[in-house]
């Protein structure tokens, strides 16, 4: 058996948008677990109709602290994937010590880094507009298709949106941008993989090299790879095989490194 690997989602997306991805690993002889967010458990199409009372109050912290319970409660430290938020999240744990590897995919960057690019501006701003207080913030199919999964074909798209998508809060996003988000970037760290999209325009590829270059110790293992084409929708659209499998790839042989040199003395590029 290998080790246990927690899946971690983003804004707007549930454990339901893992399902191939737990596939996929469980079949390598993983342990996988993939938690919902606090008001995230359910049907995507369930929540959407019913939004879960408190939605809008949520905070990143109280995610952060049901998935670190989750952490405390495991025999080892386990291998962490997140996506988007998740991504920031997987960081955050690395920063903490909670996990034995971490992937950030298409990630929410740490310490307020920002995209300058217009794309990020306005699905940022749509996003915190504190004009609208702790009312949630509304998918809708329109959204999705130009932001989230802005490389499919609207009916691709919409499909998916039917399958994955949810509402939610937009303090998690404004605490992204707050003291719950600072890690830091000088300190020795497991391997650390960062995954970027081409297309992707709510994380830009630009603004996960910017996160990528953050890290500065030259004993950790830290790397990037920007995947041509792919939307914020990286996890799921045609081709996420392609994705799946090169960090399958990347973390056997960061296991063996982790296995024979706890701390490598290099820095992958």
């Not at 339901?16 to 993939?34: C, H, L, M, P």
């Not at 997987?90 to 794309?119: C, E, H, Y």
């Not at 009312?135 to 074909?153: G, K, R, Y």
């Amino acid at each position: 058996m290998k080790n246990t690997i927690v899946l971690i989602h983003g804004m707007f997306q549930n454990p339901k948008s893992w399902r191939n991805w737990i596939d996929f690993f469980e079949n390598k002889g993983y342990e996988v677990i993939a938690p919902a967010w606090p008001l995230h458990e359910g049907e995507p199409s369930v929540l959407r109709e019913q939004v879960p009372l408190g939605l809008g109050d949520l905070e990143l912290d109280t995610v952060i602290t049901a998935i670190e319970t989750l952490i405390y409660k495991l025999p080892e430290k386990p291998i962490v994937i997140g996506h988007s938020v998740g991504g920031l999240i997987t960081q955050l744990l690395v920063n903490r010590g909670l996990a034995k590897i971490g992937v950030a995919i298409s990630s929410v960057a740490p310490n307020a880094m920002v995209a300058f690019d217009w794309s990020f501006v306005k699905n940022a701003a749509t996003i915190a507009n504190p004009l609208k207080g702790d009312q949630p913030i509304f998918m809708d199919e329109e959204t999705f298709h130009s932001a989230f999964a802005n490389t499919l074909s609207e009916a691709e798209s919409n499909i998916a949106f039917n399958e994955t998508a949810t509402h939610d809060s937009r303090n998690v996003f404004r605490d992204c941008m707050g003291s719950s988000a600072q890690l830091d970037v000088e300190l020795p760290h497991v391997p650390l993989l960062f995954i970027a999209g081409e297309k992707d325009q709510i994380c830009p590829a630009d603004l996960n090299e910017k996160n990528f270059g953050a890290y500065s110790d030259k004993t950790s293992v830290t790397a990037i790879h920007e995947f041509a084409n792919r939307s914020h929708f990286i996890c799921n659209e045609p081709g996420w095989e392609e994705v799946v499998n090169y960090i399958s790839n990347w973390l056997d042989a960061q296991e063996e490194l982790v296995n024979d040199h706890p701390r490598p003395a290099f820095k992958e590029v």
